[in-house]
């Protein structure tokens, strides 16, 4: 059971706009930055996002991100076939001292 | 360009220790900006940090909970590189193991990985 809560699963058509939220608690994600990964079949998860809505060089400005009081949200627009992938939120917790993640969503491109 | 190398058996016997290593290039384990960690996926408990290392004017360690009495996590400068041990192992510690680099100390900014080794606990 992952600390943070993510939908199983997400799709959408190329070029549409598709979102994943992530839920935490005061502990993690009310008090601390939200971070995302993606995560491509077979590989290691990748940094897509961090301090919620910051992207590192090379990820496309298709991808941002937000954050809301105990929430935190990807979005993706523009919706590709290669953007098929898991996606993983992540964050500090104070309470346990340490990273957690939530259970990841599989994003499916139809 | 860091480069994180891990190295270990795929393979483990129930409560035995699983051993891996993962030797850093382009950085130094002894790195006062970053932080040196295990993290695990399996598909019952998805991504799962488990411990870090870090030098700040000396080492630390810190651990996740569900762990903390199993794992030790350790630098070797020497070899620029560091280590995981996860004692008394079971089936339900199968999973694909990760070393990462994160920048800072109370966010997940783990921003590169090692390739992953797979540990099956069977006997």
């Known amino acids: 059971q992952s600390v943070l809560t993510q939908p199983p699963s997400a799709s959408g058509t190329p070029g549409q706009r598709v979102t994943i939220s992530c839920s935490g608690s005061s502990s993690n994600i009310g008090s601390n930055y939200v971070f995302w990964f993606q995560q491509l079949p077979g590989t290691a998860p990748k940094l897509l996002i961090y301090?919620?809505?910051q992207r590192p060089s090379g990820v496309p400005d298709r991808f941002s991100g937000s954050k809301s009081g105990t929430s935190g949200s990807l979005a993706i627009s523009g919706l590709r076939s290669e953007d098929e992938a898991d996606y993983y939120c992540?964050?500090?917790?104070?309470?346990?001292?340490?990273?957690?993640f939530g259970g990841g969503t599989k994003l499916t491109v139809l | 360009q860091v480069q994180l190398q891990q190295s270990g058996p795929g393979l483990v016997k129930p409560s035995q220790t699983l051993s891996l290593t993962c030797v850093i290039s382009g950085d130094s384990v002894s790195s006062n900006s970053a932080a040196w960690n295990w993290i695990r996926q399996s598909p019952s408990r998805g991504l799962e940090w488990l411990g870090r290392?870090?030098?700040?004017?000396?080492?630390?360690?810190d651990y996740a909970v569900s762990v903390k009495s199993r794992i030790t996590i350790n630098p070797d400068t020497s070899r620029n590189q560091f280590s995981l041990q996860l004692n008394s192992v079971t089936p339900e510690d199968t999973a694909v193991y990760y070393c990462?680099?994160?920048?800072?100390?109370?966010?997940?900014?783990?921003?590169?990985w090692g390739q992953g080794t797979l540990v099956t606990v069977s006997s």
């Open positions: 301090r919620n809505n």
């Open positions: 290392t870090y030098y700040r004017s000396k080492w630390y360690n």
């Open positions: 990462a680099r994160v920048v800072g100390l109370t966010s997940p900014h783990f921003d590169y």
């Open positions: 992540a964050a500090w917790d104070d309470s346990l001292n340490g990273q957690v």
